[in-house]
């Protein structure tokens, strides 16, 4: 019996993708730009190593990497730009008919070979891929082995469930693209320079900005609901982190988000996953306002504050050539003009109106804020209650401010609330 074998039925050897892809210039470089599936960075680029130090770029960090998988994973919604990769002259480019600018690109697989890509920017994109892509298939194979043992219908139905979650997950890997622009430079030194360049010219988002855009985060999402309160608003900074001296404003909205926290969470600031998933943005907001309106009537430079009108305190003030604004006056003699003191506030705030059975009004709050009122003069002097009770030890001398660790704050807010109940002969 003779045996016919078919040889175009045989899969060749296969070491490249071909993608289509947009041909234009920029800098003097040919670019080609394409979009991939995701699946395929880590075979297209290198896998960067985070215990070697690449001598063409930045030393990956594993976690950050993870952390871009665990991103991919946990949001259908994801967001990424496109990836930089430089080519050193292995990616072929074949026109379509009709078209100079678009065509076939054939790219060199990275594994298995001499890889002709090499990352100028998305080393960590490319690394949580594949550490993403590793977990799924090891997470399957071991799916795999439970099942083949003898169990019962249920745990079997649960295992099924399982694997189909997890080839899923492989699937969106295949099937969701991200950009990908390759430029081609045969030069190794211009190469490095490009990766310098690209670093330069990136400005990086501040944690302010990134408190009023991140929506992931309820005390970030109410963001703009809190600031439209008397007491914050016009003076809330968009942009910056930090209040200099100089700063027209009282906070940036990364402290109201920081305020926030305390307000909702506690002195700790840190807001539980539990937590996110069950509070509803109006129930944060009006906890933070109900905060908001104590400080007002309980501070009389709080109330000088929302009487004040903050645009044309700024033009007064002209960029540092006139009159102080308000908020700035406050920060210069106030410990309210701080943000740490904002945070152990709404860190007390939180602690009286949660406890439990003793849970405080927002009467008997304000009431005892004002009694903190006289004490907020600024910087501390040694007699005050801040250097002469349990709480000197978060203050040094002269301070405007207190000690912004956590466990200063933590400290702080608790020895605040225990003078509710027993307060110190000074206050």
């Known amino acids: 019996?003779?045996?016919?074998?078919?040889p175009l039925r045989l899969s060749k050897p296969i070491s490249s993708s071909t993608y289509l892809a947009m041909r234009t210039v920029?800098?003097?470089?040919?670019?080609?730009?394409?979009?991939v599936p995701l699946l395929d960075l880590p075979t297209i680029l290198?896998?960067?190593?985070?215990?070697?130090?690449?001598?063409?770029?930045r030393k990956v960090d594993r976690n950050h990497a993870k952390q871009f998988g665990k991103y991919l994973d946990d949001k259908e919604e994801w967001l990424a730009p496109a990836l930089l990769a430089?080519?050193?002259?292995?990616?072929?480019f074949e026109n379509v008919q009709g078209s100079d600018d678009v065509g076939y690109l054939t790219v060199p697989w990275a594994i298995g070979g001499v890889a002709c890509l090499s990352t100028i920017d998305g080393q960590h994109r490319v690394l949580g891929v594949d550490l993403e892509k590793r977990r799924i298939t090891s997470d399957i194979a071991l799916v795999d082995r439970s099942m083949a043992r003898k169990i019962s219908a249920e745990r079997m139905e649960k295992l099924q469930a399982d694997r189909e979650k997890l080839v899923a997950q492989i699937g969106?890997?295949?099937?969701?693209?991200?950009?990908?622009?390759?430029?081609?430079?045969?030069?190794?030194i211009k190469h490095r320079q490009m990766f310098v360049d690209v670093a330069d010219n990136a400005k990086g988002i501040s944690s302010a900005v990134r408190a009023r855009f991140d929506n992931y985060k309820v005390a970030n999402r109410t963001l703009g609901d809190v600031m439209e309160h008397p007491l914050l608003k016009g003076w809330v900074d968009p942009e910056q982190d930090r209040m200099t001296q100089r700063n027209p404003n009282?906070?940036?909205?990364?402290?109201?988000a920081d305020i926030t926290r305390a307000v909702v969470a506690g002195a700790g600031g840190r807001i539980s996953k539990k937590a996110e998933s069950t509070l509803t943005d109006a129930e944060v907001i009006e906890q933070v306002k109900d905060f908001l309106d104590v400080l007002s009537n309980a501070f009389v430079d709080f109330a000088t504050l929302t009487e004040a009108d903050p645009v044309a305190d700024r033009e007064r003030w002209d960029d540092g050539k006139g009159e102080l604004t308000t908020a700035q006056k406050l920060r210069r003699k106030s410990l309210l003009g701080s943000v740490g003191m904002l945070r152990v506030l709404g860190g007390v705030f939180h602690d009286l109106r949660s406890g439990d059975p003793d849970t405080a009004d927002l009467g008997d709050v304000t009431m005892f804020?004002?009694?903190?009122?006289?004490?907020?003069?600024?910087?501390?002097?040694?007699t005050s209650v801040w250097r002469t009770s349990n709480a000197s030890d978060d203050f040094e001398p002269n301070a405007s401010a207190p000690i912004m660790r956590t466990q200063n704050i933590v400290h702080l807010v608790n020895a605040i609330v225990g003078w509710y109940k027993k307060p110190p002969t000074t206050l």
């Open 1 to 6: 019996m003779s045996i016919t074998i078919d």
């Open 26 to 35: 920029q800098g003097g470089r040919v670019v080609y730009s394409t979009r």
């Open 46 to 57: 290198p896998v960067p190593d985070p215990n070697v130090v690449d001598k063409d770029n």
């Open 86 to 92: 430089r080519d050193n002259g292995g990616c072929v």
């Open 172 to 188: 969106r890997l295949k099937r969701e693209y991200v950009g990908l622009d390759i430029y081609v430079e045969l030069d190794p």
């Open 250 to 256: 009282l906070l940036g909205a990364k402290h109201v």
């Open 369 to 382: 804020f004002k009694r903190l009122d006289r004490h907020m003069a600024a910087p501390v002097t040694e």
